[in-house]
């Protein structure tokens, strides 16, 4: 079976990987296509810790193969996007309806995987960057089979993240007012998610003047090539500030461009130890700096919903998937990705 997989010093597609049956409550689904998230790649550079040997991936969409014992859910045949939450169902954060929080899907790793008997990790409880994995019941969700299974893999990271952020965490309303720092992936869902919630203004920024028309296409309203010109746009400043890069002084940028009662909202993954500054005296505005894990979301409502919104015409994904490439081709993939060419680049088996 091929798949990506990081020793901890380079990565490599092998088609030797070896994968278990689904056990009771799991899933084992044929991968379709995957889409190649920062976050993977930060894996590689090191921003995201991770334990290693890992099969890479989590943003996929594919066909259901085999369900173990006690799934009713999804059967065999059934298309399905997965989401990166393997969470319990059972505990007092799930019960709550904040699947996200969930400590059983927080920072315990399984290894369904094997090569040449030494068992590998799984890459954020999903691992799509494999022709094949096995994944927790709840992680499958099932999605209409006229939905291309190129878009629908970037439901389940960038979508979630993005439009979720704006829609569960931010609660953005009718008439608001929204800047988005950074246009890649996450930043063009943030921006469709505002667009969806009825935001008045919405400040695209990104240093790569070519991101304007997507940004635009996506919902955007205005866009800058740095900050410098948001208070010509929102004089009194944003009531949400998305920051989707992951730099210590695009959060302070974020922060400082608040208006009264405003919110900064982090999505942007910055190295593990990084801190960042504001000033505190401009915190008692009612201004709040929040941290958002995966869009705050309850991926088997809200993968049904997206897929649904874009069966209407209202969420867009076929325009988030600028380029494909068979997995082999992983490295140009990621090269791409990296360089900012592409808004997501798309693996598919």
Do not use: W
Not at 160 to 176: E, I, K
Request: aromatic share 4%; with cysteine; proline share 5%.
């Amino acid at each position: 079976m091929r798949g990506v997989i990081f020793d901890g010093k380079q990565t490599e597609v092998v088609d030797d990987l070896e994968l278990r049956d689904p056990g009771p409550g799991e899933v084992r689904v044929a991968i379709s296509a995957a889409g190649l998230c920062h976050s993977d790649l930060s894996v590689v550079d090191g921003t995201i810790p991770f334990p290693v040997p890992v099969v890479l991936g989590h943003e996929g969409a594919g066909v259901v193969e085999a369900v173990g014992a006690g799934v009713t859910h999804v059967e065999p045949g059934d298309h399905v996007a997965l989401s990166t939450l393997a969470n319990c169902g059972t505990c007092a954060e799930c019960d709550r309806g904040r699947p996200t929080m969930c400590r059983k899907a927080i920072g315990m790793p399984r290894r369904p995987f094997a090569r040449a008997g030494q068992p590998l990790y799984q890459f954020a409880s999903n691992s799509a960057f494999a022709e094949h994995t096995v994944v927790m019941a709840v992680q499958a969700v099932r999605i209409p089979k006229d939905i291309p299974l190129t878009s629908a893999a970037l439901i389940g990271c960038g979508v979630l993240t993005g439009v979720g952020a704006v829609l569960n965490r931010a609660r953005v309303d009718r008439g608001d007012t929204v800047l988005v720092i950074g246009t890649g992936g996450i930043g063009l869902n943030v921006i469709q998610g505002a667009r969806l919630a009825g935001a008045l203004r919405i400040v695209a920024v990104d240093s790569n003047p070519a991101k304007e028309a997507v940004a635009r296409q996506f919902g955007a309203t205005h866009f800058l090539t740095s900050t410098d010109g948001v208070k010509d746009i929102l004089p009194t400043g944003a009531q949400h500030a998305f920051e989707c890069v992951g730099r210590v002084e695009l959060i302070r940028q974020a922060v400082d461009l608040l208006d009264r009662h405003g919110q900064a909202i982090l999505l942007g993954v910055p190295p593990a130890t990084a801190e960042a500054s504001f000033l505190v005296s401009s915190m008692y505005l009612d201004k709040s700096i929040l941290g958002c894990r995966y869009g705050s979301s309850r991926p088997q409502r809200d993968i049904a919903l997206y897929a649904e919104l874009y069966r209407e015409g209202r969420l867009l994904l076929d325009e988030l998937v600028t380029a494909t490439y068979p997995v082999e081709d992983f490295e140009k993939a990621a090269e791409d990705a990296h360089a900012g060419k592409v808004a997501r680049a798309v693996l598919t088996f």
